[in-house]
């Protein structure tokens, strides 16, 4: 199964890890952390030109989605479903 992240680009569901509203970024020092790793290590992808509303981790990369974590988490909840 697949999930739309935004724009142009569907993972692999069996590759997501979590689904995150953007504001974790501001209010977490772990998760800060973390961003900028995954920026360091150039394993961060900002999708489409719109303004990111999400934070998608995958096993393989980071990527910043114009879509909202509830609508990515329903999406991603609906695969379970079935």
Known sequence: MFIHLGGEK??????????FDLSIEKNSKISK?????????KKIEVIGEEESKSLVVTAYKVYYSPISSATLNKRASQLQVN
């Open 10 to 19: 569907i993972i692999r569901a069996v590759e997501l890890v979590a689904i």
């Open 33 to 41: 952390q973390f961003v900028a790793h995954a920026m360091k290590t």
